[in-house]
């Protein structure tokens, strides 16, 4: 069974940075493919970035592009979620899912139990 546990998220003015971490275990998941996925009041889910083995970075949000990117650390079983120029809108649940797919595609077998961003002033 895979585990992953988020962390790092909290309140933000707008403008500034957050990083989300994601502490994997369970599996080796060196070859699963990460992404993030968030959840804003009264929205559907939405994919934010994935990273994956073979195909590296895929931006699902076009909102996100130039401000998030994800990276990985498998030697210490991290994935994390650099997020920039935070703005109101970015204000979600952030989830933190991976599934033994190598290519960003599909809904992801393994979720997180998400961890609260807000963008205020």
């Known amino acids: 069974q895979v585990q992953l546990v988020e962390s790092g998220g909290g309140l933000v003015q707008p403008g500034g940075s957050l990083r989300l971490s994601c502490a994997t275990s369970?599996?080796?998941?060196?070859?699963?493919?990460i992404h993030w996925y968030r959840q804003a009041p009264g929205k559907e889910r939405e994919g934010v970035i994935c990273?994956?083995?073979?195909?590296?970075?895929?931006v699902y949000t076009a909102s996100v592009r130039d401000r998030f990117t994800i990276s990985r650390d498998n030697a210490n079983n991290m994935v994390y979620l650099q997020m920039n120029s935070l703005k109101p809108e970015d204000t979600a649940v952030y989830y933190c899912?991976?599934?033994?797919?190598?290519?960003?595609?599909?809904?992801?077998?393994?979720w997180g139990q998400g961890t609260q961003v807000t963008v205020s002033s």
């Open positions: 990273i994956s083995p073979t195909e590296g970075i895929t």
């Open positions: 899912t991976a599934d033994p797919s190598s290519r960003c595609v599909g809904t992801p077998d393994y």
């Open positions: 369970g599996k080796n998941l060196d070859y699963y493919t």
